[in-house]
């Protein structure tokens, strides 16, 4: 069965740019079809999809952060990273990676996660 475990920063200062990576074992990230996405939680709010990385490289963003946010991939590691640039205190949420099955921006169609890490922007 996959798993995915996030890592990265608990705290970034505003301006800064924010990198998480999600490591995936149980299962390849080059395995077609599958995409693996980054989604959010602020505080008090609802599941945010942010973007995807899939199976063959390319990716898709949610358009209102498509000018800060890119996300790689390491094949050697299994790994693929959010990085979200410029970030200010509503970036602040538990950010979660997450497997679809297809080339999907609905986060109920996600249907293996990670745990979550809290990230918190403050100066």
């Known amino acids: 069965q996959v798993q995915l475990q996030e890592s990265g920063p608990g705290l970034v200062k505003p301006s800064q740019t924010l990198s998480l990576t999600c490591t995936v074992s149980g299962g390849s990230i080059t395995t077609a079809y599958y995409s693996w996405g980054w989604i959010r939680q602020p505080p008090g709010k609802g599941l945010e999809w942010m973007g995807r990385i899939g199976y063959s490289g390319t990716t898709r963003y949610r358009p209102s952060l498509k000018s800060r946010l890119s996300i790689t991939r390491d094949l050697s590691k299994n790994q693929f990273t959010l990085h979200l640039s410029s970030v200010t205190p509503e970036d602040t949420a538990v950010y979660y990676c997450?497997?679809?099955?297809?080339?999907?921006?609905?986060?109920?169609?996600?249907?293996?996660w990670g745990q979550g890490t809290q990230v918190t922007v403050s100066s």
């Open positions: 997450a497997r679809a099955d297809k080339d999907t921006t609905v986060v109920a169609e996600y249907d293996f």
